[in-house]
C-alpha cells in the first residue's frame, strides 16, 4: 500500500520451520524498518537497516534474521529460535527519505500451526 | 522499559464527542512526535505529527498539544465520527526508529 508491499498477507509457521516474511518498498527510500506487533502491546522495533548491506539490531531481535542485498527489499526470517512467532509483523520506510519511519505496509499476520 | 506511555487504553464516545488521548515521555531527548490511525488487518498511517518547539498543531479535525515541561502530548479529535472508530498509536524518535505508545482504542457510536 503506498509504495511498500509485505507478502504474503497470512503465514503459518509449523514447528521447527523458518520462515520468511517479504517488504519490498518502490520508493528510492534508503532506511527500511521491521516491526512486530502484539495485541495491546503497540509496536516494537526487531530490525532495521539504514543502507543497503547494513542493518542493526532493535529492541527484540532474538530469533529473527534479516538481509538487505538490494535498496528495495528487506526480507525476515522468523527462526526456529523464536519460540512465539504469532504477530502482526509490519515494514515500514520513511517519507521523504528522513530517519523516522512514517509509511508501514499493510503487515503480515503469522500465526502457528 | 516502557519510553512512551499511553492512556486510556480504550475509549466510547457518541458521535460528534471529542475523545482526547494522552501520552508521557521520559526521554528529553526525543524530538519528534507522531501519531497513527490504524484499522483492523492494515498498518499504521501517519495522521498528524509535531516536534517540541510548537506547542499545538492542527490538521483537519485533529489536534496535537504538546507541553514539553510536563513531558506530556495529547491527541483530540474533533466532532467525532464512526469512521474514526480505529486504534490510535502516540509515539516518539530521535531520529532513528520510533517509539510506541501501547494503542488506544477509540469507538465512536452513532
Known amino acids: 500500500d503506498g509504495g511498500i508491499t509485505q507478502s504474503p498477507k497470512y503465514l503459518f509457521r509449523k514447528e521447527g520451520q523458518n520462515v520468511t516474511l517479504s517488504c519490498e518498498q518502490n520508493l528510492n527510500h534508503d532506511a527500511m524498518y521491521w516491526y512486530r506487533q502484539d495485541p495491546g502491546q503497540g509496536l516494537r522495533l526487531i530490525y532495521y537497516?539504514?543502507?543497503?548491506?547494513?542493518?542493526q539490531k532493535g529492541d527484540i531481535a532474538e530469533g529473527y534474521s534479516v538481509s538487505r542485498e538490494k535498496k528495495e527489499s528487506f526480507p525476515l526470517t522468523v527462526t526456529s529460535a523464536q519460540k512465539n512467532p504469532t504477530a502482526f509483523y509490519l515494514c515500514?520506510?520513511?517519507?521523504?527519505?528522513?530517519?523516522?519511519?512514517?509509511?508501514f505496509g499493510d503487515g503480515t499476520r503469522l500465526s502457528i500451526l | 522499559q516502557q519510553q512512551v506511555k499511553q492512556s486510556p487504553q480504550s475509549l466510547i464516545v457518541q458521535k460528534g464527542g471529542i475523545p482526547i488521548i494522552n501520552c508521557a515521555y521520559e526521554?528529553?531527548?526525543?524530538?519528534?512526535f507522531p501519531w497513527y490511525q490504524q484499522f483492523p488487518g492494515k498498518g499504521p498511517a501517519l495522521l498528524i505529527a509535531i516536534r517540541p518547539d510548537v506547542s499545538e498543531k492542527k490538521e483537519g479535525r485533529f489536534t496535537i498539544s504538546f507541553n514539553k515541561s510536563a513531558k506530556q502530548f495529547s491527541l483530540h479529535i474533533m466532532d467525532s465520527q464512526p469512521g474514526d472508530s480505529a486504534t490510535y498509536f502516540c509515539?516518539?524518535?530521535?531520529?532513528?526508529?520510533?517509539?510506541f505508545g501501547k494503542g488506544t482504542t477509540l469507538s465512536v457510536s452513532s
Open positions: 509515539a516518539a524518535s530521535q531520529g532513528t526508529a520510533l517509539i
Open positions: 526521554n528529553t531527548a526525543f524530538d519528534y
Open positions: 537497516s539504514q543502507i543497503v548491506n547494513d542493518f
Open positions: 515500514a520506510s520513511p517519507f521523504q527519505g528522513g530517519n523516522q519511519p512514517q509509511h
